[in-house]
């Protein structure tokens, strides 16, 4: 029983240096896999115990670990959708083929580091067949509430290249000084016209056009003045007609001191604000509150305009797309717009290295490594997201051939004891060394 016994513990011993040499075969041909997760085997001994005239051998047991809550060094590369999860998290990847299932069911697996460009028919994917995943946008940019716990909400993240977007305006802002000499009895009453541009809901550029036509009285000084306001687009039909009244008084002189409005919405003193109706839909137009002299103003005998602002922009072409720490993408176009399309979440396991390895460096959740939980990135456990990056290999080849020679060593020792126990149970035997050799 004990020559039987330890003929099994060398032959457990050369199975579970096998199994560590396996795993060193493995880090070492993954060296310079970006994401890799070194792999570890961990031997735990097999005792069977004493018996009365003697000990039998148990053995020893091989089980091997992923480091997955290693991580490797940040690189940096020159593709702006080559990204890393910086820190704790993981973010979502689905299988290339997955996008042609009728169903619309995409599973999801975990990466913290990819290399994503834009495929023909505009999805995110590497070279490996995996699609980047995340929440989409509405069209004004806003993330929708999607559960945390669930991978629904989750879509490949595909981009338009030929998307044209333009933004319409909706706000805009004039302030401008109008000359008080025109108020005045005897003035010429010289209208002061201001033309500005505007975006319709296509994209297309309008005009407004504000006109500050003074009232000049029989005597002294009316500081009045009606502001008419039409719209291009709606074949120069007035859109709305404000009379402004200033104040002259120490102090506060110039300012606005009262607007009645003719038509269009009411002036909102608290805000500086109206409103009027253009073709494409209502406009909001400030041109400053009571008393301000950030606003519209009666000072001296020029006109000067000090301040034409407003949102919107026509249409451009896509220039590039960028993921950012936070894990928005967003899409720049020629116009100016910057757009968030979608929304990179960050997905959070209690037990990190329970996690199912599969091919390409992805992973899936299991009951061994607990329920996740999808993060905004740079939130609660979560690191941030580090585009034109990569994440290096965690393993270190001085490290592994230092094994690799210590487990050769084991390897042979426990081949020697097989030899021994071999020629023992021969020389017990009897049996010629030629039949055990």
Do not use: C
């Not at 975006?199 to 003045?225: C, H, I, Q, R, Y």
């Not at 009379?243 to 002189?253: A, C, E, V």
């Amino acid at each position: 029983m004990t020559i039987s016994s330890s003929l099994n513990a060398g032959v457990l011993g050369l199975s579970a240096n096998a199994t560590r040499l396996a795993t060193i075969s493995d880090n070492i041909a993954n060296s310079q896999t970006y994401g890799y997760k070194r792999i570890e085997a961990d031997f735990h001994s097999m005792v069977i115990g004493d018996r009365a005239g003697g000990y039998t051998a148990g053995g020893v047991r091989a089980t091997t670990t992923r480091l997955i809550d290693q991580r490797g060094s940040v690189i940096a590369t020159a593709n702006a959708t080559d990204i890393a999860v910086r820190g704790r998290g993981m973010f979502p990847v689905t299988t290339e083929v997955s996008l042609d299932n009728p169903g619309g069911n995409n599973p999801m697996m975990l990466q913290t580091t990819g290399s994503f460009r834009v495929d023909d028919q505009g999805y995110l994917k590497s070279n490996s067949g995996l699609v980047l995943m995340g929440w989409q946008a509405n069209p004004d940019g806003t993330i929708p509430a999607y559960p945390r716990d669930s991978p629904n909400g989750l879509t490949p993240v595909q981009i338009n290249t030929n998307q044209y977007p333009g933004e319409p305006t909706t706000e805009m802002r004039l302030f401008a000084n109008l000359p008080a000499t025109e108020t005045e009895a005897g003035a010429n009453g010289n209208i002061q016209p201001v033309l500005i541009e505007y975006f319709d809901n296509l994209g297309k550029p309008e005009t407004l056009s504000v006109v500050f036509t003074p009232t000049v009285p029989g005597v002294g000084a009316s500081n009045e003045w009606t502001m008419t306001i039409s719209d291009s687009a709606s074949d120069d039909a007035v859109v709305g007609e404000y009379r402004l009244t200033f104040d002259d008084t120490r102090g506060s002189g110039g300012t606005l001191l009262d607007v009645q409005t003719i038509s269009g919405d009411a002036y909102d003193p608290a805000t500086g604000r109206m409103g009027f109706d253009v073709a494409g839909g209502p406009i909001s137009f400030e041109i400053g509150p009571y008393g301000s002299t950030q606003g519209m103003t009666q000072l001296s005998d020029s006109f000067a305009q000090v301040t034409v602002n407003k949102n919107g922009s026509q249409v451009g072409a896509l220039t590039g797309i960028d993921i950012d720490p936070n894990g928005y993408v967003r899409a720049s176009f020629d116009n100016g717009i910057n757009r968030v399309l979608y929304q990179i979440p960050l997905a959070d396991v209690p037990n990190v290295n329970g996690l199912q390895a599969l091919d390409q460096q992805a992973y899936r959740v299991t009951p061994e490594s607990g329920a996740f939980f999808f993060w905004n990135a740079g939130d609660g456990p979560t690191g941030d997201v580090v585009n034109f990056a990569r994440e290096e290999s965690t393993v270190d080849i001085a490290g592994e051939l230092t094994e690799l020679i210590q487990t050769q060593r084991a390897y042979s020792s426990n081949a020697k004891v097989i030899q021994t126990v071999a020629l023992s149970f021969a020389e017990d035997t009897a049996l010629p060394v030629e039949i055990i050799s």
